[in-house]
C-alpha cells in the first residue's frame, strides 16, 4: 500500500520561508517522478515542482520548476530517507494553497504525465 505523507505547512508572513517535506512508504521515489502541486479551491490544481531521480548508489537529479516560481522555490530528493522536499522562499499571500505531494509509476516526458499516487496535502497560508 503506497502512501505519501506531506508535512511542513504552516502560516508565514509574506517574504518568509517554508520547507515541505513529503514522505513516502510503500514505495520508492528513485525512478519515479514526483511532483508538488497547489490547489486553491475554486481555482485548477497547479504543477509547482517535478523531480526526477534515476542511479544506484548515487543519483543523477533531474528537476522541473515553472519560470515563475524558480527564483523561489527548490524541489530536492533525499533517496536514503525517501522523502522529497520543496524549500519555498521569499512566500507571497499568492503562494497561499493546499500543497500536495504525488508520485508517478516510472517515467513520463518532462514528468508531466499521470501520477499515480497523492498525498493527503498540507495547508500554506502566507499573510
Known amino acids: 500500500h503506497v502512501q505519501l505523507v506531506e508535512s511542513g505547512g504552516g502560516s508565514v508572513q509574506a517574504g518568509g520561508s517554508l520547507r515541505l517535506s513529503c514522505t513516502a512508504s510503500?514505495?520508492?521515489?528513485?525512478?519515479?517522478?514526483v511532483g508538488w502541486f497547489r490547489q486553491v479551491p475554486g481555482k485548477e490544481r497547479e504543477r509547482v515542482a517535478r523531480i526526477y531521480s534515476r542511479g544506484r548508489s548515487s543519483y543523477t537529479y533531474t528537476t522541473y520548476i515553472p519560470d515563475s516560481l524558480k527564483d523561489r522555490f527548490t524541489i530536492s530528493q533525499d533517496n536514503a530517507m525517501n522523502t522529497v522536499y520543496l524549500q519555498m522562499n521569499s512566500l507571497k499571500p499568492e503562494d497561499s494553497a493546499m500543497y500536495y505531494c504525488?508520485?508517478?509509476?516510472?517515467?513520463?516526458?518532462?514528468?508531466?504525465?499521470?501520477?499515480?499516487?497523492w498525498g493527503q496535502g498540507t495547508q500554506v497560508t502566507v499573510s
Open positions: 510503500g514505495y520508492t521515489f528513485n525512478e519515479n517522478c
Open positions: 504525488a508520485a508517478s509509476d516510472g517515467y513520463t516526458t518532462d514528468c508531466k504525465g499521470t501520477y499515480n499516487y
